[in-house]
């Protein structure tokens, strides 16, 4: 069975913090690796794709991959309250194209 | 308007009702899925269709069955509704001609609760 594996949390940061979410995969055949925000009742929407073992960028979001380690994280800086809700990480299935979901880490961000 | 749409957004029925649920999508996506989303298990794929004339269970695909009417069009049913299918149900998209981004689009979600 593959899988991701999350910390549930929740995971509570200071606002204006650094916020790190975790997640670690068991399937080695895959290539792609994707970090969803959901907020509660909401659908997810993408914040993050990284492909590539090392760091990706993007404004206050930064994404890192090893894969010989098989691990992927998320990095928020200055967190906002606005960041409060739960992220998912994902990951292909390298058998097919089928996205396989972790259940997702909820941070909350203190005032 | 949205790119995918779900309906109905809520649903309350009885125990051995048949239940429809419908998504449709305006990305051009070939691929379509149906997930479930309970508190604390996470998303699971119900089904899942790379195109038209494929249709794939995923992990949890007993007591549901589909439809893939038309590219931009999937459906999920439960033909005798029972309460553990009350959940938050999701549509979402991909296209499969995009490389190593696998990106899923999800609609806005079902809620549907039976009793």
């Known amino acids: 069975q593959k899988e991701v594996e999350q910390n549930s949390g929740p995971l509570s940061v200071p606002e204006g913090a650094i916020a790190s979410l975790n997640c670690t995969y068991s399937?080695?055949?895959?290539?792609?690796f994707f970090w969803y925000r959901q907020y509660s009742g909401k659908s997810p929407e993408l914040i993050m794709f990284?492909?590539?073992?090392g760091d990706k960028e993007d404004g206050r979001f930064t994404a890192q991959l090893n894969k010989a380690s098989q691990y992927v994280s998320l990095l928020i800086r200055d967190s906002q309250p606005s960041d409060s809700a739960t992220y998912l990480c994902?990951?292909?299935?390298?058998?097919?194209?089928?996205?396989?979901f972790g259940k997702g880490t909820r941070l909350h961000i203190l005032p | 308007d949205a790119d995918v749409t779900q309906t109905p957004r809520n649903r309350i029925t009885k125990t051995g009702k048949r239940i429809m649920l419908e998504c449709s999508q305006t990305?051009?996506?070939?691929?379509m899925y149906w997930y479930r989303q309970d508190p604390g298990l996470g998303l699971r794929l119900i089904y899942y269709?790379?195109?038209?004339?494929?249709?794939n269970k995923g992990e949890i695909s007993d007591g549901y069955s589909v439809s893939r009417q038309a590219q931009a069009k999937f459906s999920l049913s439960l033909e005798s509704a029972i309460p553990n299918q009350t959940a938050l149900y999701f549509c979402?998209?991909?296209?499969?001609?995009?490389?190593?981004?696998?990106?899923?689009?999800f609609g806005p979600g079902t809620r549907l609760t039976v009793l």
């Open positions: 979402a998209t991909s296209d499969g001609l995009a490389g190593f981004n696998h990106e899923q689009f």
């Open positions: 399937d080695r055949g895959s290539q792609s």
């Open positions: 990284i492909y590539s073992n």
């Open positions: 994902a990951v292909n299935d390298g058998g097919d194209d089928k996205i396989i």
């Open positions: 990305k051009g996506h070939d691929r």
């Open positions: 269709s790379f195109d038209v004339k494929d249709i």
